[in-house]
Structure formats: C-alpha cells, structure tokens
C-alpha cells in the first residue's frame, strides 16, 4: 500500500509540474505583438561626444532590432517541463521525507537513504539552474528589459579595465607549496648492529642525517600562475566585446591563442605525468566542455560552433589525447615521443593547410558545426590558431629542462652567471618581441589574420619568461585573477545572454538596461555583479551534475560510481527528454500541422571577434 501511494503521489506531482509549466508558458507567450523599432543610440558617458565619425555612423547605422518574439521550439517547451517537474518531485521528497523501505539489512537502508539524499539534491540544483537558465532566456531571447546599442569609448574602455587590474592588484596570494613526504622517523631506542666479520663486536647505528632544507623558489607555470593568466585575459576578451573596443582585435587574438596553447601545454602536462587514458577521464572533460553550451543551444535555440570555444577546445584536448594514448609507453622515451611529435605535426599540416583535406575530414560533421549552411565558422576560428596546441605541447615536454637550468642557475653562488643569462634572454627575447610587434601585430586585420597562427607563440612564450623570471614573481600571484580564471567557460558562455544581448538575428550587439535612461555606469556595474554571480553559480552546479553522472572518482576507485550506475542514470536522462520530448512534438503536430524540422537555431554569429 505505501508503495502505491509513493507512486501515485509522484504521478500528481508530475501532473502538477505539466499543468504548471504549461500555464507559465501560456502567460509568456500569449499575445504577443510582432513590431519593429529602432535601436536608441545611448547618450552620456556611453558615447564620446567629441568623436564626429562614431556620432554619424550612429546615425546611419542600420540600428533596428525586432520586438517579434521567436518561434518557441520544442527542445525549449521540453526544458521547461522538466525544470517544473524537477522542482515538483524536489518541494515532494523535502515534504515527505526519505520513505521508510523494507531492507534485510541496515546496510542497505544506509545506502538507500544515501542515493535518495544525493538525488535529491541534484533536483535541488536542477531547480536552481533551470531558473538561471529561464532567467537567460527572458533577458535574451523574450528581451523583457530594455536595451541599446554598443558604442566605443576608449578612454571608458581603458578605465574600467585599469580599475580591475588596481582591484586585483590588492588580492596578491602566495602559491601553494608541493607536498614533499616526511621522512621516516628512527625509532626511540637506537638498535645495535653487529659489524659482519668482527665477532660480537657492535656499534651504534648513527641516526639517519637530517634532509637539507631546499628554499622553495615558485612553480614554473603552476596552477595557480595559470589560472591567473586565464583570469586577467578573459577580463581583456569580455571588455573588449562589451564595450565594442574593434580596435584592440589583434590583442584579442593573441589571447584566444594563449587559451588554446593552453590546451595542449595543460593536457600533455597531465597525461605524461599521471598516465591517466581512461575513459572517465575523457568523459569528465568532455562533460565540463560541452554540458553547458549544449543546454543552451537548446534553451536559446543558437548553433554549437558559435559558441567556438567550446568545439574548438574539445577538438584539440581529443588530439592531445589521441597523441598521448596511442603507443602511451613510447612517452616515457625521448626520441620515440619526438617521432609522435613529428606525426602529429605532419597531421596537422595537411589538415589545415590543405584546404581539401580539411573539408574532407569535417564536412561529415556539417550538421553540427557548420551555421546557415555553411562551414565557414569552424573554418576560420580553427585555422587561426591550429598551430598554437602543437606549440603548448613542445614546450611541456621541455619545461622539466627549462626548469631545472633556470634553478641551478638560481643556486647560492651563481648570481652572476644568473644576471648575465637572464638578461641576454631578456634582451634577445625582447627583440624577437619588438620585431614581432613592428612586422607582424600592427598589420591590418585581414593581414593579421593570415600571419597569426604562424607567429602568436612569440608574445606567449615571452610572456612565460618574463613572468617567471624571478622566483619571487613565481611564489605570488593575483588571486581575483585568479578566481576569474576558473571560470572562464561560464564567463563567456553567459556573456551572449546575460551580460549582454542579441541585436535582432544578427549578433551580440545590444546592453541590457536594469534601470531605464542614460545610467549606464550603474547598469554596467549591476548586470556585471548579477553576471558574475550567475557564472559562477553555473560554475559549481556543472561540478554538482558532472559528479553525479559520473562520479568524483573513477569507477575503478572503490569509492567511484559504477559503470553500470553511470549506464543507467544516463539512460534515465537521455529517456526522460526523449519521452517528453515526443509528447510535446505529437501535440504540436495535432494542434499545430506538421511537426517543425529540429535544429539548434540560425543566428549568423553572436560576436564580431
């Protein structure tokens, strides 16, 4: 009986979360009027009223944007019920409580109390990012608030950015040391030994000598360090889209590069040190990649490659993998890994600078990563930067050498030699940077382009030299910079939606106004704080959903989730959408005519970078 009435309560409820989500949605999109209207220019500290060019390109400019609301999708009515649902069966079980079960064991009580607790609070988090992700779609794509248009102001623009970096430069955080095990305690009372050959002759055995203490000079490109750079360049690639700052596009590019040479330095770094190419592993980073990104294509109906980053990054941590992986025992000999070095160079040669090759190999994934029909998007942001992954990986495998010559020049007595090595590096390195600055970064935009993968490893590993040029500078970091840093993947996926909007069909090109008229300061300053609390809410609930799918720890750990209970919560989700998903596709086919084509959306572009 109490088995039956569990189930028929989590019907009613089920019941109630439809019934629910669909009178939501009726009161949203009911009676909405199709019109169009222009796009106000913004006055005040927004614009520069000094600059004549801006001022007659914003009154020229094509600056309309549609009030018509976009077709609801079915993926979107899907998401919805299930958030309604979620928050149902979540208000159901904090009412009732873990239900009394008949267990021959406490064991198995204890564990079925567990799983019932841990589910319960990933319908909690559920909850809490379907509302983030409702509160996304409302600013964006019902555009609830209003807005106005982008207009550049350098010395803004400058301002705000040399403001963070004061506010950063306050949260200065010493890096974690490594861990170095203790040594083994000698016992209390000191054992005698006897000498072999000497009878019953026996000596003391002298404790062991003490360790000498190393002074520990800073980490090489630490964590720390790292998320420090990820930090204060997503800063530089958000402002630069908020506030339209064109004029700084060749800087950008250097910073996307800096991110994918990340990408192999971090990943060859990790594979060659822990040997871990397990499928879990893969899983995990695919997870944190693509989990986000693909909720919402769904939610805002947008293609996956214009959020790039996210298939740009997956395409090179596979490669690294795949590089790693094949032949693993080979990484361990030098001149063999070189041979794997030298394959994928040869790889990626012939893929990305032989245009056949690469419309060969991708075109097959047309459907996921091209827009309007065409692949011109993956095309370009690819080739821009397809040298940068080989670039990050040379240098991992060489920075054990790197390191151990920069502290044994570092050593008490060598701080000569130290100063004459460091500064002709210094000095060299500079006027490679200069020549690079003078030749290659101050071309136009399209000249630029055509140099860029071929030259951005320049400015980065000068930037790596000079920044862990002393060990003072390698102990000490940025700390705000640093908690930028770790969520830079919710940062620029919220950015579209959040931060800012969508103008018309086009791209990102629109503000959002909390407070109406020419308070533009106080609105950047409100929906930046709103914008940062969200990612990183974002941040923490990805970790919450990836732990349960997946488990923290690997299913071979006793202590990680089973294949089998990987298997199956799986395919409880995928079943869950796919069952609901059909339910919404036949009614609209009975009420509606023929059930629409599914695709993730049309939009051009959502950025200009």
């Known amino acids: ?165 004061l506010w950063a430069s306050s949260t200065v955080k010493q890096a974690r040391k490594p861990r170095v095990p203790k040594p083994a305690s000698p016992p209390v009372n000191m054992p005698l030994d006897k000498i072999p050959g000497d009878g019953d002759v026996a000596v ?3 404790p062991p000598a003490a360790p000498a203490v190393v002074e520990w000079k800073g980490d090489y490109l630490g964590r720390e360090q790292t998320e420090e750079w990820k930090g204060w360049m997503q800063m530089g690639f958000l402002l630069y889209h908020y506030f339209a700052a064109k004029e700084y596009y060749n800087v950008i590019r250097v910073l996307i590069a ?138 991992a495998w060489g920075q054990p050498w790197v390191k151990n010559t920069m502290e044994d020049l570092e050593t008490p007595g060598n701080e000569s030699k130290a100063k004459m090595v460091k500064s002709g590096l210094l000095v060299s390195g500079g006027l490679i940077f200069y020549l690079w600055y003078t030749r290659i970064f101050m071309l136009a935009k399209l000249d630029y382009n055509h140099a860029h993968p071929y030259y951005s490893a320049i400015p980065i590993l000068y930037y790596i030299y000079c920044r862990n040029l002393m060990p003072n500078w390698r102990k000490w970091h940025l700390g705000l910079l640093e908690q930028a840093g770790k969520i830079t993947l919710e940062t620029y996926l919220c950015q579209f939606h959040i931060w800012m909007c969508r103008r018309g069909d086009r791209y990102v090109g629109a503000l959002i106004e909390i407070i109406p008229g020419d308070y533009h300061l106080v609105n950047f300053m409100l929906v930046t704080a709103i914008y940062i609390v969200l990612s990183q809410r974002l941040f923490d609930l990805t970790t919450v959903f990836s732990s349960y799918m997946l488990g923290s720890k690997p299913p071979t750990n006793d202590q990680g989730l089973p294949w089998t209970a990987v298997k199956m919560r799986w395919g409880k989700a995928v079943a869950y959408f796919v069952v609901v998903y059909a339910a919404v596709a036949m009614y609209r086919n009975v009420m509606h005519g023929p059930l629409p084509e599914f695709h993730f959306g049309s939009m051009k572009s959502l950025d200009t970078v």
């Open 1 to 165: 009986t109490e088995g039956w009435w569990m189930k028929l309560t989590v019907f009613a409820s089920a019941v109630a979360g439809v019934c629910t989500g669909g009178a939501i949605w009726w009161f949203i999109v009911g009676g909405v009027a199709v019109t169009t209207v222009p796009l106000a220019a913004p006055t005040g500290s927004m614009v520069d009223p000094t600059n004549a060019a801006a001022l007659a390109t914003i009154a020229t400019e094509d600056v309309y944007i549609s009030e018509a609301k976009p077709t609801i999708t079915d993926a979107q009515v899907v998401l919805l019920l299930l958030w309604v649902f979620g928050l149902c069966q979540y208000a159901y079980r904090k009412m009732v409580g873990v239900p009394s079960q008949r267990h021959e064991t406490d064991s198995d009580r204890t564990i079925f109390a567990a799983e019932y607790d841990e589910f319960t609070n990933v319908l909690k988090s559920c909850g809490v990012f379907g509302a983030i992700m409702f509160y996304m779609w409302l600013l964006d794509d019902r555009q609830v608030l209003p807005i106005h248009a982008k207009h550049y102001n350098r010395d803004l623009f400058l301002f705000v950015c040399l403001s963070i970096m």
């Open 204 to 206: 003391a055995v002298p």
């Open 258 to 395: 800096s991110y994918v040479w990340m990408t192999g330095f971090g990943n060859f770094s990790y594979f060659r040190k822990t040997g871990d190419y397990s499928l879990w592993r893969v899983l995990k980073m695919l997870f944190r990649l693509n989990f986000l990104v693909c909720v919402i294509c769904l939610m805002m109906n947008t293609d996956y490659v214009l959020y790039y980053i996210c298939p740009m990054h997956t395409l090179w941590f596979l490669s690294v993998f795949f590089v790693m992986w094949i032949k693993s025992d080979w990484n361990a000999v030098p001149h063999l890994l070189g041979l794997k070095m030298g394959v994928y160079f040869l790889v990626v040669a012939t893929v990305w600078e032989i245009p056949a090759v690469f419309s060969t190999i991708f075109t097959p994934l047309s459907f996921l990563l091209s827009t309007e029909g065409t692949m011109h998007e993956w095309t370009f942001r690819t080739t821009l930067d397809h040298w940068a992954t080989f670039v990050g990986m040379m240098w």
